[in-house]
């Protein structure tokens, strides 16, 4: 599972596994749903977070809901304070 | 047309260009070369066009706005600022280090430049903005 930092929370996906289950390349996904397989990789890092549209478009070719693949997580004020970021 | 179709194809209208370089300078004919710079890049366009892989998405595309204003605005200070250290040789009309008052009185065209580049960055924010509903009034 992966995770990226917002402002106040983080986002997480589970493209990897459900790539996995679906025995699907991240070239196959990103042909299938109109990205470069760089933009996969990086939301499949938490290094970037998909638009609304592009989340919908690879929840749909998974035949799932959105919120099976795509979570959102609010990070506690206490644990933004730990020194998770620099 | 594959990505590296198009890549060739731009790698040979850059060889063109540098050609059409040469030749100007050669035969002394500015407009040539500005002329050619400007169909290089509409045909740069066109070809991109007829690409059938993605070459560019969501990603590339905030990638790209950022790099842009990041660029905007880090070469718009160093040109201001330039073009003011320029504009003060330049009224004095005297000679500063390897400056000299002709050279100095670029000043103005450069600032000419810089504010012509704050005038299409605010008109591009204003059709940025309606285009995704920013204004308006508010239904409450």
Redesign the interface.
């Known amino acids: 599972m992966n995770e990226n930092t917002g402002p106040g929370g983080r986002m997480k996906n589970k493209i990897k596994v459900f790539r996995a289950m679906n025995d699907l390349t991240q070239e196959d996904l990103a042909r299938d749903v109109g990205v470069t397989r760089q933009t996969i990789l990086a939301i499949e890092k938490g290094k970037y977070d998909p638009s609304l549209e592009l989340a919908f478009r690879i929840s749909s070719r998974f035949g799932v809901h959105i919120e099976e693949i795509f979570t959102y997580e609010e990070i506690l004020a206490d644990e933004k304070g730990s020194g998770d970021n620099p | 047309m594959k990505q590296h179709t198009y890549f060739l194809l731009l790698g040979f209208i850059a060889l063109i260009e540098v050609g059409i370089f040469i030749w100007s300078v050669e035969h002394l004919e500015p407009l040539v070369m500005t002329g050619a710079v400007i169909i290089g890049v509409l045909a740069a366009w066109i070809i991109r066009q007829l690409v059938d892989e993605?070459?560019?998405?969501?990603?590339?595309h905030?990638i790209t706005e950022k790099a842009s204003l990041r660029t905007l605005q880090v070469l718009g200070v160093i040109l201001f600022s330039y073009a003011l250290g320029g504009a003060v040789i330049s009224l004095r009309g005297e000679v500063f280090g390897p400056f000299s008052y002709q050279v100095a009185r670029f000043a103005f065209i450069l600032m000419f430049i810089v504010f012509l580049m704050i005038i299409v960055y605010v008109i591009f924010l204003s059709w940025y903005e309606r285009k995704y509903g920013a204004g308006g009034e508010d239904e409450e």
């Open positions: 993605v070459v560019a998405d969501e990603r590339t905030l």
